[in-house]
């Protein structure tokens, strides 16, 4: 019966001379687009003398099947129609039997010493749960390959006789991409026996060994999974305990207190420039990161008592890897949605030699969300951005692996149409550098980069009319370039399964290029013209450190090292000694403890900013300004509660010093604690001091069984001493952070195995920023807006709230994977505070909200 339904509709679907073909010449005379699986069999039964048998349980006959050519053979036209489809067949007789064809893929990498980075030969590698076991055995090169691996979920295992095992959980393995999965072993201490080591934070550990406090890995699966961050790492990292983000236009985030522009950006192990897209000068923070999700691999985020390694930093910490390209396959990915397009590609240069490439080109428009209705933005105003990731692998025999790899941006807010203002404003940033790995022996490695990047910051406003008695001629121009030319090598011994010794030099080059000019007709000579900066040179810093890893016992491990800082503008050194323990005092618990100096530089418009006197004069009060300090503790526990459960708690206790502030009784408030972008020109001191401290509790549940979860909550104290004496909250004392988000996936569609639909949510409550109020008697009285700075972050704004949902739609075929993701930014439309300010028109201040509800759809085909 439904037989002859379908065939029916089949008929009314395609041309008139459907049926009309005669069975003896086997031939196919029509095309359908789109028509189900078995509305497609039943045709070709009707024009042919086959019969189908198959199980409807295991063939998914809904299955949409696509047949542009006309005119060819009954059997071209099956192969094409289930081309796609995990389906094979069997002719019996006349008889087509349909078999299930399971969906696979392959994994393969390459297995290393950690210490070394010596391939390990006879490794092996499982995947968890198979039946039967699917494994392989690394080679003579340390690399490995498993064929034939079902898609979905899966975990590896990964161990050789003599070191610590170690597995990678939750992969997810697509039918549409090779998944090339490179992993580094430690070296046991006892080497009679493999050794199961239990670390607090199985999967989420950080990859620099010498690392041990207050950091964690992230996974591109993460960043793609957590419904907040739309695939930009800095938003993914604002879920983290002791980590705050308050500002939905801004991938800005706070973490432990701490001013957001002390955040360091290294990429493949080279420091760069603030890589976000709308920013502004003196942040490390923008709209969205340039990262694409298609070309990062596994990096590390810390928030404190950081690794020798890392130098100029206060505050936080983002060491960004990018994939090497596959080597033996060319793969593509397309992304397209209503934040614009993502186009991926990679594959072998010289499959013989093993080069790869990878890159990755991204635009994007915010107009598309406002012509959708769903952001509101004025005509008039247009935001766009486009950027470029790319990566070159090239193996050799004798001199090691050269990497070649770069990332550039540009972005643009405009605002034009108005015959009397315009404004225009953009960042640009680009990198590119040249790597090598060379292995100096069976226990020493060398790391050689050298780089080249620069970022160009610039704002062209006009605003020009005349109403009556009233005339406004207003121009400002400005333009910062910088570019850094730096060099770095470093070397890591291994001198035995105890004792690793790591330490390396990093020279750079900073040339600047400054210009700001500003007219206002309103003003009184001689401030009408005004230059504030005309400011072109050289000069750079140098930075070198030392790192040894002690492994006491099997259970405790020792860090000690030395970091050098030295900024040649003002010929300051800083000399700062790190220290860190970790003692795994039963299987499954860790106690941890850490102590570091820190330092970072302020942005160099402070030392080079013009201040004008009264009298139109300039001067520049700040060129001996120096470096921002800071001495870190941290005091942490680990404990695994199943082999997917994890606790985690941190207290923290941070004391800033050399912190520059003003002795101006007008500006005793002021503190660069504060700022999070700009400069200032005041004249400024050294003599500021503040403290971060507070606790952090983490519950992580990894991906198992088809959920996860993460709940973590951290209550903290920020306070500052300005000019005047008095102790005060920071600016970004929220006092706490809250946040819960999870996630489950259902297996879905015929075969029950190769799709999945995903759901994830977040909840984020957090204490917000402080404020300055505004004086609304005395804004009255003088016409203008007046901060009442005697009162400076007393108060905080309304607490904030966020609720994001995250849905998605997986899907494998033999060689695609598609999938659907909609993220419902702030589902509960909760308007947050965003800014105030005295409207001298209405005599009243003006409160602005944050962004309501945002859908962003996008569907993303990796083949």
Not at 110 to 135: E, R, Y
Not at 190 to 217: C, D, F, H, Y
Not at 316 to 321: E, L, M, W
Request: avoid cysteine.
């Amino acid at each position: 019966m439904f037989k002859s339904i379908g065939v029916v509709l089949l008929g009314l679907l395609t041309t008139s001379g459907l049926f009309g073909q005669e069975k003896p010449d086997l031939k196919i005379n029509t095309f359908f687009h789109e028509l189900p699986l078995e509305k497609v069999l039943t045709y070709f039964e009707e024009q042919s003398d086959y019969t189908f048998s198959y199980s409807s349980s295991a063939i998914p006959m809904d299955e949409k099947v696509t047949l542009k050519e006309q005119n060819i053979s009954f059997w071209t036209a099956l192969d094409e129609s289930l081309k796609y489809l995990p389906v094979t067949y069997e002719v019996v007789n006349k008889n087509i039997v349909l078999k299930y064809n399971e969906l696979t893929q392959t994994i393969r990498g390459t297995i290393l010493d950690k210490d070394t980075q010596q391939p390990i030969f006879g490794a092996t590698v499982f995947v968890v749960g198979s039946d039967p076991i699917i494994g392989a055995t690394t080679d003579m090169n340390g690399n490995y390959r498993m064929k034939n691996v079902p898609v979905g979920r899966l975990t590896l295992h990964y161990s050789y006789l003599g070191y610590e095992e170690s597995a990678v959980p939750n992969v997810l393995l697509g039918s549409g991409k090779e998944l090339i999965l490179d992993m580094q072993l430690i070296e046991s201490v006892i080497k009679m026996e493999e050794l199961v080591v239990s670390a607090a934070g199985i999967g989420s550990q950080p990859l620099n060994e010498m690392g041990m406090i207050s950091g964690r890995s992230f996974t591109v699966e993460e960043t793609k999974r957590y419904p907040i961050s739309i695939g930009d790492p800095m938003r993914l990292a604002s879920s983290f305990a002791g980590v705050m983000g308050t500002d939905d236009d801004s991938n800005e985030i706070v973490i432990r207190g701490n001013s957001p522009r002390g955040i360091l950006w290294k990429m493949e192990g080279v420091e760069i420039p603030n890589p976000n897209h709308f920013s502004s000068e003196g942040a490390s923070s923008g709209g969205i990161s340039m990262f694409s999700t298609q070309v990062i691999s596994r990096s590390d985020f810390y928030t404190g008592a950081f690794a020798p390694i890392y130098g100029n930093v206060l505050s936080g910490v983002f060491d960004i890897n990018l994939r090497k390209g596959n080597n033996e396959k060319h793969e593509h990915t397309i992304q397209a949605g209503f934040l614009g397009l993502d186009l991926s590609s990679e594959g072998p240069i010289n499959q013989s030699a093993g080069s790869s490439y990878l890159f990755n080109y991204r635009y994007s428009t915010l107009s598309i969300l406002s012509d959708l209705g769903l952001v509101e933005i004025d005509e008039n105003e247009k935001n766009t951005f486009q950027d470029l990731a790319f990566k070159l692998n090239f193996p050799t025999k004798k001199f090691g692996t050269f990497s070649m790899f770069g990332m550039g941006g540009l972005s643009k807010y405009s605002r034009t149409g108005e015959s009397f203002r315009e404004d225009i404003e953009k960042y640009n940033m680009g990198v590119i550098g040249l790597s090598n790995d060379y292995i100096l022996n069976s226990s020493t490695f060398i790391k050689t980069s050298l780089s080249v990047s620069g970022t160009e910051v610039g704002n062209d406003e006009y605003i020009k009319y005349q109403q009556d008695t009233i005339r406004v001629d207003y121009n400002n121009q400005e333009s910062f370039k910088k570019s850094y030319t730096r060099g770095s090598i470093i070397l890591n011994k291994k001198f035995n399964s105890r004792h690793i010794v790591e330490l390396g030099t990093v020279i750079s080059r900073l040339d600047y290029d400054f210009e700001e000019r500003e007219h206002n007709i309103n003003n009184e000579d001689p401030f009408v013209d005004l230059v504030l900066f005309n400011d072109e040179g050289a000069s750079g810093t140098q930075q070198a450190f030392v790192s040894w890893k002690y492994r006491i016992t099997e259970q405790l491990s020792l860090v000690n090292g030395l970091h050098y800082f030295r900024f040649g503008f003002t010929g300051e050194d800083s000399w700062e000694p790190r220290s860190s323990l970790k003692w795994q005092f039963k299987e499954n618990q860790s106690i941890t403890a850490g102590f570091g100096i820190h330092s970072r530089l302020e942005s160099l418009e402070y030392y080079l900013g013009n201040y004008i006197n009264p009298d139109g004069s300039t001067v520049d009060h700040n060129p001996d300004l120096g470096m921002s300090k800071a001495r870190h503790f941290v005091l942490g526990y680990d404990r695994v509660l199943s082999p997917s459960l994890y606790f985690k708690t941190e207290v923290y206790y941070q004391y800033l010093y050399n912190i520059p502030i003003s002795n101006d009784s007008n500006f005793g408030w002021y503190s660069a604690i504060n700022s999070s972008d700009d400069y200032s020109t005041i004249p400024l001191d050294n003599e500021g001091t503040g403290t971060n401290y507070g606790i952090e509790m983490t519950l992580d549940k990894k991906f198992s069984r088809n959920y996860y979860f993460m709940i973590n909550g951290s209550i903290f104290n920020s306070k500052y001493t300005g000019g005047d004496e008095i102790e005060r909250n920071t600016r970004f004392n929220g006092n706490f952070t809250y946040h819960a988000l999870g996630g489950k996936e259902w297996k879905v569609g015929n075969n029950g195995r190769n799709n999945i639909i995903g759901i994830s949510a977040k909840i984020s409550y957090a204490g917000n920023q402080r404020l300055i109020p505004i004086d609304l008697e005395e804004s009255i009285t003088q016409g203008g807006q007046v901060n009442d700075y005697d009162r400076a972050y007393e108060e905080s704004a309304p607490d904030y709230f966020r609720l994001d949902l995250q849905f998605s739609y997986r899907k494998n075929k033999p060689k695609s994977t598609s999938e659907w993701r909609l993220d419902l930014q702030n589902v509960s439309g909760h308007m947050n505070y965003g800014a105030q300010y005295y409207s001298s028109g209405l005599e009243q201040i003006v409160y602005e909200d944050q962004f309501g509800f945002i859908p962003v759809l996008s569907y993303r085909i990796e083949f």
